[in-house]
């Protein structure tokens, strides 16, 4: 690609699961294997650099991260360096976020200083199930602070998982901690933080749609299941109220976007609203309207409100 003007759509939901640069880890092929089983195929492994292609061939760009678990479960973490160096030679198609257990407390905020200041990343992913933490817990405040006076997105996962589905006990993973309600006191305590919820959030779906209508600084992210499995009233709020809080995302490589954007067009959202969803809405999330290299290429629909129902 060019520039942003050629871009289509932005994935802001993609995970970076190979490593260059570690060895096989045992708890992540334990957890993979369960997960290709529970979607029943066989899941992708690509590395970064390939990952990046994969979107370039698209026309498309990609927010990309990793899941820190690694006091949770054990599972050796790709690092958040790794992610924005790689994510750095492809710049063109690759926003990098980090993630960091929010339990660490300190040292986290100072990770998280150090990844904005010399690593360029452009916000953070969370996934409370796998961590094992709620998102409202003070615990975690040292590092929303930090986002939060950058001025960075936050993503925090919503909903069941498909991480350790139908392995013993879960694989340990507990689904309460992913409930979007607590999301609720973490937009009041900090309204400065953009707070993206990810996924359509079975069995919380309308929690989450009533803490995006509530609250201006929350976002939906509309990744992890395939458009044709959406609700109702998901598709109801993402053409009307929340048009403009709508986001693309895949979940890739669970699902791959071109599965996600074929099935979208199946499910009756509204021609006017698509590139809002697409490419819009995350462009004004990201800033990228006001990057001195990008801004001047965009043209965007104007937000709009039709208020509440």
Not at 118 to 126: A, I, L, M, P
Not at 247 to 261: A, E, K, N
Request: charged content about 25%; overall charge negative; some cysteine.
């Amino acid at each position: 690609m060019t520039g942003i003007n050629q871009v289509v759509a932005i994935d802001i939901h993609t995970h970076a699961t190979v490593s260059t640069r570690n060895a096989p880890d045992e708890v992540a092929i334990a957890f993979d294997t369960a997960m290709a089983a529970y979607f029943k195929e066989k899941m992708p492994r690509p590395t970064i650099a390939e990952t990046a292609e994969y979107y370039r061939e698209r026309n498309m760009m990609a927010v990309i991260f990793t899941v820190d678990t690694e006091r949770a479960n054990g599972q050796v973490r790709i690092s958040n360096e790794e992610v924005a160096e790689e994510a750095a030679k492809h710049q063109d198609v690759l926003i990098p976020f980090a993630s960091i257990d929010p339990l660490r407390g300190k040292m986290g905020a100072r990770e998280a200083r150090r990844l904005i200041k010399d690593f360029g990343v452009r916000g953070f992913k969370f996934h409370p199930s796998q961590q094992e933490f709620y998102p409202n817990e003070r615990r975690a405040f040292d590092l929303y602070e930090v986002i939060a006076e950058a001025g960075l997105p936050a993503i925090f996962h919503s909903g069941q998982t498909g991480v350790g589905a139908r392995m013993r006990g879960g694989g340990g993973v507990r689904l309460k901690y992913s409930d979007p309600m607590f999301l609720d006191d973490v937009a009041v305590d900090f309204p400065d933080m953009p707070i993206i919820i990810a996924h359509p959030s079975f069995p919380w779906q309308e929690n989450a749609l009533a803490v995006a209508t509530h609250k201006p600084n929350v976002y939906i992210d509309l990744s992890g299941w395939s458009p044709k499995y959406f609700p109702q009233i998901l598709i109801q709020y993402a053409n009307t109220i929340l048009k403009d809080k709508m986001l693309f995302g895949s979940d890739f490589p669970v699902i791959t976007p071109d599965r996600w954007l074929e099935d979208f067009e199946t499910i009756g959202i509204r021609d006017e609203v698509k590139p809002l969803i697409l490419r819009d809405n995350a462009i004004r999330l990201l800033g990228l309207d006001k990057d001195p290299v990008f801004g001047r290429y965009i043209r965007l629909q104007p937000p709009t409100n039709d208020g509440c129902c």
